[in-house]
């Protein structure tokens, strides 16, 4: 007895259409992240160019996991 999850496995037709809301949605959180991260720093008193290039890396990569994790 085959159930419907069982038998042939067929490749999907078509393309993957990126979404302008992920986008949106990544670059909204990059700035949020950003944002947290500066004034994290600032009141820990560590409030530097080192922090701060930090930060925009952290931002960064956040940012794209967002994006290409929504594809």
Known sequence: MAGPLQGEIKPLQGEIKRGRASLIGGIAVGI??????????????????GTIVA?????AAIAAWIRIADL
Do not use: H, P
């Not at 949020?32 to 160019?49: N, P």
């Open 32 to 49: 949020g992240v950003f944002a947290l991260w500066v004034g994290l720093a600032r009141d820990l008193g560590a409030a530097g160019t």
């Open 55 to 59: 930060g925009l890396v952290v931002a």
